[in-house]
């Protein structure tokens, strides 16, 4: 039996540690944070993310072998092995202010650790870190003020995405687990390969070494919101002409060595990761000098930008160009489908850009209306935020999809339409509607990378 702590109850660190305790039982997982609002959530029945499968999973763990606590310098000293899953902002002070990654927490991770720690320990880098920042830690934590003790660094980054975050960690499609090639740190990764070695197949868990785990993960990430940002560039492309950038998308993603997965055009990438890690991937290759490969890497984020701006600006002319004073109904919130989270949603971007064209905003979501409130600061006193899509709509002249929530799908859109302002337009900023029959009912109709379907003759922005 371990003792196992992790220090971070966010998205990352209450999620897999549940997963952990389901599966190994013998030990013992607690979760500590700073936020003592947030261990009350997770004590509570009103978890602080919103995840499916992860209530269940919760229920039958909690009290058992799963803890959540604040008592951080206690359970240190308990622990044997410590994940360390505090958020790693991109600075935004300083050198590589905007680019780099904000460390300050993970350091004071670091010494928290190092100061309440009375036996030696397995400490493991969850949160995602710039390249050699476990030989930063490894150096404070073996440092001189620390008692003797022997402390192991190793790197397990999360690959799980929000929204199927209970099966991405039931499932995997790898776990890694990166570590120093000394005796004692083969014995680290060792321990961290048996916890996973419990649900997740033998061949599955894959051992680098700790370079090679940290960076895995950026560029994991940068690849995947390439994938988006190459397909997006295609659909402003597809706009322009007679393509439509699903059937691209499918005759593209039918070739096996590019394969089918994450070729959906949006409004473009949100969630906490892909754009702070990008920037963190550019960050590390200028520092090295590499700046052919930093510039690279900067069009991803470049492109999600310009997506993202370039759906405000088609809503804006299908409008004749203005949009001021009109209702307009923003139907979701969250970066994504199946999350409470709204952190980089494109939502919000939109959001903010209505808003200076003065719009009167009205946004929906069946989950994220609190954290779109939150993250939207002094601006969400001028957004109506509303539950009900129905009444969202109603007098609204425009519809945006912004998040592809199945709730969307089946809604009465013949009962929208007649309570709207006309023309009414729907912007599907995810293509998740069926723009025919909506077209059919009497919108018109804006998709991503597809002609619009119109009552009245159009021609596509110059931009
Ligand atoms: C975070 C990082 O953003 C990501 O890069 C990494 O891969 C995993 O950890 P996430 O779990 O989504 O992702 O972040 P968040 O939900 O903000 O959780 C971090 C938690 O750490 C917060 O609850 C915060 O209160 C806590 N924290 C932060 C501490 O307990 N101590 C600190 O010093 C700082
Ligand atoms: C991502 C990675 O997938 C995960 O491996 C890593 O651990 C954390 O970062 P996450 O951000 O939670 O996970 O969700 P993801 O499913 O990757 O979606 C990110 C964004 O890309 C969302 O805004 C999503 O809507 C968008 N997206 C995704 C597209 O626009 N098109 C796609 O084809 C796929």
Same mark, same amino acid.
């Given at each position: 039996?371990?003792?196992?702590?992790?220090?971070?109850?966010?998205?990352?660190?209450?999620?897999?540690?549940?997963?952990?305790?389901?599966?190994?039982?013998?030990?013992?997982?607690?979760?500590?944070?700073?936020?003592?609002?947030?261990?009350?959530?997770?004590?509570?029945?009103?978890?602080?993310?919103?995840?499916?499968?992860?209530?269940?999973?919760?229920?039958?763990?909690?009290?058992?072998?799963?803890?959540?606590?604040?008592?951080?310098?206690?359970?240190?000293?308990?622990?044997?092995?410590?994940?360390?899953?505090? !958020?790693?902002?991109?600075?935004?002070?300083?050198?590589?202010?905007?680019?780099?990654?904000?460390?300050?927490?993970?350091?004071?991770?670091?010494?928290?650790?190092?100061? !309440?720690? #009375?036996?030696?320990?397995?400490?493991?880098?969850?949160?995602?870190?710039?390249?050699?920042?476990?030989?930063?830690?490894?150096?404070?934590?073996?440092?001189?003020?620390? !008692?003797?003790? =022997?402390?192991?660094?190793?790197?397990?980054?999360?690959?799980?995405?929000?929204? #199927?975050?209970?099966?991405?960690?039931?499932?995997?499609?790898?776990?890694?687990?990166?570590?120093?090639?000394?005796?004692?740190?083969?014995?680290?990764?060792?321990?961290?390969?048996?916890?996973?070695?419990?649900?997740?197949?033998?061949?599955?868990?894959? #051992?680098?070494?700790?370079?090679?785990?940290?960076?895995?993960?950026?560029?994991?990430?940068?690849?995947?919101?390439?994938?988006?940002?190459?397909?997006?560039?295609?659909?402003?492309?597809?706009?322009?002409?007679?393509?439509?950038?699903?059937?691209?998308?499918?005759?593209?993603?039918?070739?096996?060595?590019?394969?089918?997965?994450?070729?959906?055009?949006?409004?473009?990438?949100?969630?906490?990761?892909?754009?702070?890690?990008?920037?963190?991937?550019?960050?590390?290759?200028?520092?090295?000098?590499?700046?052919?490969?930093?510039?690279?890497?900067?069009?991803?984020?470049?492109?999600?930008?310009?997506?993202?701006?370039?759906?405000?600006?088609?809503?804006?002319?299908?409008?004749?160009? #203005?949009?001021?004073?009109?209702?307009?109904?923003?139907?979701?919130?969250?970066?994504?489908?199946?999350?409470?989270?709204?952190?980089?949603?494109?939502?919000?971007?939109?959001?903010?850009?209505?808003?200076?064209?003065?719009?009167?905003?009205?946004?929906?979501?069946?989950?994220?209306?609190?954290?779109?409130?939150?993250?939207?600061?002094?601006?969400?006193?001028?957004?109506?935020?509303?539950?009900?899509?129905?009444?969202?709509?109603?007098?609204? =002249?425009?519809?945006?999809?912004?998040?592809?929530?199945?709730?969307?799908?089946?809604?009465?859109?013949?009962?929208?339409?007649?309570?709207?302002?006309?023309?009414?337009?729907?912007?599907?900023?995810? !293509?998740?509607?069926?723009?025919?029959?909506?077209?059919?009912?009497?919108?018109?109709?804006?998709?991503?990378?597809?002609?619009?379907?119109?009552?009245?003759?159009?021609?596509?922005?110059?931009?």
């Amino acid at each position: 039996m371990a003792n196992i702590l992790c220090i971070g109850a966010g998205h990352v660190g209450g999620p897999t540690m549940a997963v952990i305790a389901k599966n190994c039982p013998q030990h013992r997982v607690v979760v500590v944070d700073v936020d003592a609002a947030r261990v009350a959530a997770w004590q509570s029945d009103r978890l602080p993310i919103y995840e499916p499968g992860l209530d269940e999973i919760i229920h039958c763990t909690r009290g058992k072998n799963l803890f959540f606590s604040t008592e951080i310098n206690r359970h240190i000293a308990e622990a044997d092995i410590i994940f360390v899953s505090v !958020n790693t902002p991109t600075k935004s002070f300083g050198q590589g202010a905007g680019k780099a990654a904000d460390l300050q927490y993970w350091e004071l991770a670091a010494r928290q650790i190092l100061e !309440n720690a #009375t036996t030696p320990k397995i400490v493991v880098e969850k949160s995602t870190v710039p390249v050699r920042t476990a030989e930063a830690m490894e150096c404070i934590l073996n440092s001189e003020s620390g !008692n003797g003790l =022997h402390f192991d660094v190793v790197s397990n980054p999360e690959f799980m995405a929000e929204g #199927t975050a209970i099966r991405d960690l039931e499932e995997p499609d790898r776990v890694l687990i990166g570590g120093p090639e000394t005796p004692s740190g083969q014995k680290a990764v060792q321990a961290i390969v048996d916890i996973h070695a419990r649900w997740v197949p033998r061949e599955r868990i894959i #051992t680098t070494n700790l370079w090679s785990g940290e960076l895995s993960k950026l560029a994991a990430n940068a690849f995947l919101a390439q994938r988006i940002s190459s397909i997006n560039a295609i659909s402003a492309l597809c706009e322009r002409t007679e393509a439509d950038v699903n059937e691209v998308a499918h005759a593209v993603g039918l070739d096996g060595r590019i394969g089918p997965r994450f070729l959906r055009a949006s409004v473009g990438f949100g969630g906490s990761c892909f754009k702070k890690d990008i920037l963190n991937l550019v960050y590390l290759c200028e520092y090295y000098g590499l700046y052919e490969v930093a510039t690279y890497w900067e069009q991803v984020v470049a492109m999600n930008e310009y997506q993202q701006q370039r759906f405000v600006s088609n809503m804006v002319y299908a409008m004749f160009n #203005t949009v001021a004073h009109k209702r307009i109904a923003l139907f979701g919130a969250a970066f994504k489908a199946n999350t409470s989270d709204t952190r980089e949603s494109p939502a919000l971007v939109v959001c903010r850009a209505l808003l200076d064209e003065r719009a009167d905003v009205v946004i929906t979501d069946p989950y994220a209306l609190e954290n779109a409130r939150f993250d939207l600061g002094e601006m969400a006193g001028q957004v109506t935020f509303e539950p009900d899509p129905y009444a969202a709509a109603r007098d609204a =002249h425009a519809i945006a999809i912004l998040t592809e929530w199945s709730h969307f799908v089946d809604l009465d859109y013949a009962a929208i339409y007649e309570s709207m302002v006309k023309p009414a337009f729907i912007f599907d900023g995810r !293509n998740l509607l069926d723009r025919a029959r909506l077209h059919e009912i009497g919108f018109n109709v804006y998709a991503i990378g597809k002609p619009p379907l119109t009552h009245f003759a159009t021609t596509a922005p110059i931009r």
